[in-house]
């Protein structure tokens, strides 16, 4: 990317640097290449934009990659340009307006570019429509010489010129990268486009996921600023669930009104604020939230929790949650977000714009958070231990009434131990008792129909494995243990502020089959009710799984972020037709996914655990991979196969290097997120199957396997397949027949599916639910449901063309369908 031919030369701009400044202020200052890259967007808010957009390539360490930032401020005309290049100066705080602080006030934030790129090229449109530019190459900079000056062309551009240098930059195929219009009717008035190329290696350092949280977090959350990144809306970085409570600085303030501190309650900007003994103006809330913030790896995305300082709107301890202070109640403190914002420590901010300098007003501010904090915190345990006293699952079924809840458990193990039952599905009975021992355990059940504690005496959560049933109760110790894994319960926990309701759905269901029992229902029929209620919780729990160019969006985003990779790799298992459940923490893997080719008891069925390994480099060690832990963790789970998803693996093309020798030995997985990815996308117009999948993870471990055989699926042929028919037979037969439409029975009924083997035919429909879930399921024991009529799902079907697929996979995504022969 260059201009040197292209425009008129109209002035030269001289500009005196040292290689040692330039060297302090980069890479001293701005060491994160992420820190460095949101420099250009705080330029972008500094100079008035409303609409700023970003494009980051997911692959930086190509030849020709570019990154680039475009904002529709007050821009420069040649006069500018030349103010811009004015090492150590800045206008911005001259500049001040009403309605927006700036952020800048150093005049050096353009020299964090250098960390990223060897050449920086800025394209303007003026107040008076003229478009000038100008490009700073950094390898001119003699690294011998202690100061020296350069000539920087300046050049003044065509709109014809303009449009040739940016049409490529701006539209990837049909998806327009950038929030506004540079020129046509209604385009800007003024706008900057600032162009990064010839890469250094730092810049391969910019993570997205990274990037994106510091871009939400880090800048000022102005409802006059809107940011896209590669052509998506950056949305604020707020919490979604709602807090438990909130306080509110300066409202109603016991710390605040206390008379033993020297403060005073008044109102700033409209808001009710605080003035410390040496610092005023201090407003903000603090939110306490009932479950952590702290969730699986976040520290690799950005945080929830703590405190959050702003000055001027600006985020300033990115990295610091503490502010400088010792830790604070871990329980308590990491259901915290307390949000500040004091203007007054503008003059305090130090020169990297991420810290405050050491000074009474700081000490001021940390003495007053705390004492908020420990009002807070005592609080919350006498909240939390009153709530427990009341929300005991064993409590509250112990006063539930005994026909309903004692009876029903009674009569089963009497008719159990009279041979009349066999075991149940969710209750273990006592076995080999003698007859006596059978009539004292009777005695016993019938005591503790009147005593308080009744007969289930306890109730835990308990690791079972995802395909186990949703509670077991033991009859001998009366405890009642519910199943964590359960996908109905796994996906659903941490949306909820009280694990009470799921604890009582949970001994409903084991109370449900005893009563059913009791009710002289033959015990088959009740088995198979059991069963359909257990698959329509986890039917529930899947049925809005998103479609496959979301889930490979939500990965590609997805790639320098651990606590986002093991969501996405989890979506990217339900999208491929598992019914995926997280696990995650210290010691254990990110999740399991199962595969139903059969009932929920059939032989046929597989499981896999997955691990995301998410680094700031671009590949994981040997050592990080883990992969013989991932190899208990296969065993300890129950699993068939194992398998680690990576953003890359050191030594991924030596069938000798160390990790791949270990996956062959260990028979683990090891998957490229890319190619993860490729296998989401292929998945469908490819027609790849649950059945085809459990070869794939039982045949191909190391990377140089995987990559081979997803990159293979390119050139699979396929037939389109009976689409129209299988979904019009489906249809009419959920309208006019009683019993449910079986596969084999769709097959049986229509000429044209008979051609097609059942395993053909169950491939094609989990192809469909892929490209139009919610729309069309196929359950474990082959009923395929129709939730709208086929026009609707050819329809939906055909809109996956217009989906948002990462623009490196949009070329390859639509030649998997117009590849497709007709059948």
């Given at each position: 990317?260059?201009?040197?031919?292209?425009?008129?030369?109209?002035?030269?701009?001289?500009?005196?640097?040292?290689?040692?400044?330039?060297?302090?202020?980069?890479?001293?200052?701005?060491?994160?290449?992420?820190?460095?890259?949101?420099?250009?967007?705080?330029?972008?808010?500094?100079?008035?934009?409303?609409?700023?957009?970003?494009?980051?390539?997911?692959?930086?360490?190509?030849?020709?990659?570019?990154?680039?930032?475009?904002?529709?401020?007050?821009?420069?005309?040649?006069?500018?340009?030349?103010?811009?290049?004015?090492?150590?100066?800045?206008?911005?705080?001259?500049?001040?307006?009403?309605?927006?602080?700036?952020?800048?006030?150093?005049?050096?934030?353009?020299?964090?570019?250098?960390?990223?790129?060897?050449?920086?090229?800025?394209?303007?449109?003026?107040?008076?429509?003229?478009?000038?530019?100008?490009?700073?190459?950094?390898?001119?900079?003699?690294?011998?010489?202690?100061?020296?000056?350069?000539?920087?062309?300046?050049?003044?551009?065509?709109?014809?010129?303009?449009?040739?240098?940016?049409?490529?930059?701006?539209?990837?195929?049909?998806?327009?990268?950038?929030?506004?219009?540079?020129?046509?009717?209604?385009?800007?008035?003024?706008?900057?486009?600032?162009?990064?190329?010839?890469?250094?290696?730092?810049?391969?350092?910019?993570?997205?996921?990274?990037?994106?949280?510091?871009?939400?977090?880090?800048?000022?959350?102005?409802?006059?600023?809107?940011?896209?990144?590669?052509?998506?809306?950056?949305?604020?970085?707020?919490?979604?669930?709602?807090?438990?409570?909130?306080?509110?600085?300066?409202?109603?303030?016991?710390?605040?009104?206390?008379?033993?501190?020297?403060?005073?309650?008044?109102?700033?900007?409209?808001?009710?604020?605080?003035?410390?003994?040496?610092?005023?103006?201090?407003?903000?809330?603090?939110?306490?939230?009932?479950?952590?913030?702290?969730?699986?790896?976040?520290?690799?995305?950005?945080?929830?929790?703590?405190?959050?300082?702003?000055?001027?709107?600006?985020?300033?301890?990115?990295?610091?949650?503490?502010?400088?202070?010792?830790?604070?109640?871990?329980?308590?403190?990491?259901?915290?977000?307390?949000?500040?914002?004091?203007?007054?420590?503008?003059?305090?901010?130090?020169?990297?714009?991420?810290?405050?300098?050491?000074?009474?007003?700081?000490?001021?501010?940390?003495?007053?958070?705390?004492?908020?904090?420990?009002?807070?915190?005592?609080?919350?345990?006498?909240?939390?231990?009153?709530?427990?006293?009341?929300?005991?699952?064993?409590?509250?079924?112990?006063?539930?009434?005994?026909?309903?809840?004692?009876?029903?458990?009674?009569?089963?193990?009497?008719?159990?131990?009279?041979?009349?039952?066999?075991?149940?599905?969710?209750?273990?009975?006592?076995?080999?008792?003698?007859?006596?021992?059978?009539?004292?355990?009777?005695t016993k059940l019938e005591v503790d129909l009147t005593t308080d504690e009744g007969i289930i005496k306890n109730v835990q959560w308990v690791t079972l494995n995802p395909e186990d049933p949703i509670a077991k109760f033991d009859l001998i110790t009366g405890l009642a243990k519910i199943n964590l894994m359960h996908p109905f319960f796994a996906n659903f926990l941490e949306e909820v502020r009280s694990l009470l309701p799921f604890q009582l759905i949970a001994l409903t269901e084991i109370l449900t089959e005893c009563f059913l029992l009791d009710s002289g229902i033959a015990q088959d029929d009740v088995r198979d009710i059991m069963f359909k209620r257990d698959a329509i919780l986890r039917e529930l729990t899947f049925s809005d799984k998103p479609n496959a160019p979301f889930v490979a969006s939500l990965l590609n985003a997805a790639l320098g972020n651990s606590n986002g990779l093991e969501k996405a790799v989890s979506q990217a298992f339900n999208s491929l037709g598992y019914e995926s459940t997280?696990?995650?923490?210290?010691?254990?893997?990110?999740?399991?996914?199962?595969?139903?080719?059969?009932?929920?008891?059939?032989?046929?069925?597989?499981?896999?655990?997955?691990?995301?390994?998410?680094?700031?480099?671009?590949?994981?060690?040997?050592?990080?991979?883990?992969?013989?832990?991932?190899?208990?963790?296969?065993?300890?789970?129950?699993?068939?196969?194992?398998?680690?998803?990576?953003?890359?693996?050191?030594?991924?093309?030596?069938?000798?290097?160390?990790?791949?020798?270990?996956?062959?030995?260990?028979?683990?997985?090891?998957?490229?997120?890319?190619?993860?990815?490729?296998?989401?996308?292929?998945?469908?117009?490819?027609?790849?199957?649950?059945?085809?999948?459990?070869?794939?993870?039982?045949?191909?471990?190391?990377?140089?396997?995987?990559?081979?055989?997803?990159?293979?699926?390119?050139?699979?042929?396929?037939?389109?397949?009976?689409?129209?028919?299988?979904?019009?037979?489906?249809?009419?037969?959920?309208?006019?027949?009683?019993?449910?439409?079986?596969?084999?029975?769709?097959?049986?009924?229509?000429?044209?599916?008979?051609?097609?083997?059942?395993?053909?035919?169950?491939?094609?429909?989990?192809?469909?639910?892929?490209?139009?879930?919610?729309?069309?399921?196929?359950?474990?024991?082959?009923?395929?449901?129709?939730?709208?009529?086929?026009?609707?799902?050819?329809?939906?079907?055909?809109?996956?063309?217009?989906?948002?697929?990462?623009?490196?996979?949009?070329?390859?995504?639509?030649?998997?369908?117009?590849?497709?022969?007709?059948?």
């Amino acid at each position: 990317m260059n201009i040197e031919n292209i425009g008129s030369k109209i002035d030269v701009i001289p500009v005196t640097i040292s290689y040692r400044i330039i060297e302090l202020f980069s890479a001293g200052l701005y060491s994160s290449p992420n820190k460095a890259f949101e420099e250009l967007v705080s330029n972008s808010y500094d100079a008035g934009a409303t609409q700023v957009s970003v494009y980051i390539p997911t692959d930086k360490s190509l030849p020709d990659s570019i990154l680039w930032v475009a904002d529709n401020g007050c821009s420069m005309d040649k006069e500018g340009l030349k103010q811009f290049w004015k090492i150590g100066e800045s206008q911005k705080r001259q500049l001040e307006n009403t309605y927006r602080l700036p952020i800048g006030k150093f005049g050096i934030g353009k020299l964090a570019t250098y960390i990223l790129t060897q050449k920086l090229t800025l394209i303007c449109k003026s107040t008076t429509g003229q478009y000038f530019a100008v490009a700073m190459n950094y390898s001119m900079i003699n690294k011998d010489q202690s100061n020296e000056t350069i000539e920087l062309d300046e050049k003044e551009m065509t709109l014809k010129e303009v449009q040739t240098l940016l049409s490529p930059l701006i539209k990837k195929g049909e998806q327009n990268l950038l929030s506004f219009k540079l020129w046509g009717d209604d385009c800007e008035k003024t706008w900057t486009f600032v162009i990064l190329s010839e890469l250094k290696p730092k810049a391969s350092e910019i993570k997205d996921g990274r990037l994106k949280w510091i871009l939400s977090t880090a800048l000022p959350l102005n409802p006059n600023f809107n940011l896209t990144f590669n052509g998506v809306l950056v949305q604020s970085n707020k919490i979604n669930i709602s807090p438990w409570k909130t306080w509110i600085i300066g409202k109603d303030d016991d710390i605040a009104n206390n008379t033993k501190y020297s403060y005073k309650v008044d109102e700033y900007l409209g808001q009710p604020c605080v003035h410390l003994p040496n610092l005023k103006n201090v407003v903000g809330q603090i939110d306490l939230y009932r479950d952590t913030l702290l969730t699986g790896k976040s520290q690799d995305l950005g945080r929830s929790h703590g405190i959050f300082l702003t000055v001027r709107g600006r985020l300033i301890n990115i990295d610091d949650p503490l502010l400088g202070m010792e830790a604070l109640s871990h329980g308590a403190f990491n259901r915290i977000r307390i949000m500040v914002n004091v203007d007054e420590l503008d003059e305090y901010i130090t020169s990297t714009r991420e810290s405050i300098k050491s000074s009474l007003a700081l000490e001021d501010l940390r003495e007053y958070i705390k004492r908020k904090f420990f009002q807070i915190k005592d609080w919350y345990y006498e909240t939390v231990a009153d709530e427990e006293k009341q929300n005991r699952a064993s409590h509250k079924i112990s006063y539930a009434s005994a026909s309903l809840s004692r009876r029903p458990i009674i009569v089963a193990a009497k008719k159990f131990f009279d041979g009349q039952l066999q075991e149940l599905v969710l209750t273990d009975m006592p076995k080999n008792l003698t007859p006596q021992e059978k009539k004292d355990f009777i005695t016993k059940l019938e005591v503790d129909l009147t005593t308080d504690e009744g007969i289930i005496k306890n109730v835990q959560w308990v690791t079972l494995n995802p395909e186990d049933p949703i509670a077991k109760f033991d009859l001998i110790t009366g405890l009642a243990k519910i199943n964590l894994m359960h996908p109905f319960f796994a996906n659903f926990l941490e949306e909820v502020r009280s694990l009470l309701p799921f604890q009582l759905i949970a001994l409903t269901e084991i109370l449900t089959e005893c009563f059913l029992l009791d009710s002289g229902i033959a015990q088959d029929d009740v088995r198979d009710i059991m069963f359909k209620r257990d698959a329509i919780l986890r039917e529930l729990t899947f049925s809005d799984k998103p479609n496959a160019p979301f889930v490979a969006s939500l990965l590609n985003a997805a790639l320098g972020n651990s606590n986002g990779l093991e969501k996405a790799v989890s979506q990217a298992f339900n999208s491929l037709g598992y019914e995926s459940t997280p696990i995650g923490g210290s010691g254990k893997p990110d999740g399991k996914a199962v595969a139903y080719l059969g009932p929920l008891n059939s032989q046929d069925n597989y499981s896999l655990i997955f691990d995301a390994k998410s680094t700031s480099k671009d590949k994981i060690k040997a050592t990080t991979s883990h992969i013989s832990g991932v190899d208990r963790h296969r065993d300890d789970y129950n699993a068939t196969f194992a398998c680690i998803v990576a953003i890359d693996f050191e030594g991924a093309e030596n069938p000798e290097s160390a990790v791949n020798k270990e996956a062959k030995k260990h028979k683990i997985n090891l998957i490229r997120a890319k190619d993860l990815m490729t296998l989401v996308l292929l998945s469908s117009p490819k027609q790849i199957g649950l059945k085809e999948l459990k070869s794939f993870f039982g045949s191909y471990h190391t990377v140089i396997e995987t990559s081979q055989w997803i990159e293979d699926l390119k050139n699979k042929e396929v037939t389109l397949g009976p689409v129209k028919e299988l979904l019009e037979e489906a249809f009419n037969l959920i309208k006019s027949d009683t019993e449910p439409a079986y596969l084999s029975a769709l097959r049986m009924s229509n000429a044209t599916l008979k051609k097609h083997s059942l395993d053909e035919l169950k491939s094609l429909v989990q192809s469909l639910e892929r490209l139009a879930p919610g729309y069309i399921t196929i359950c474990h024991n082959d009923i395929v449901s129709l939730n709208v009529p086929p026009e609707k799902i050819l329809r939906a079907i055909n809109h996956t063309f217009d989906a948002d697929v990462p623009v490196e996979f949009r070329d390859m995504y639509i030649d998997a369908f117009t590849s497709i022969k007709p059948s």
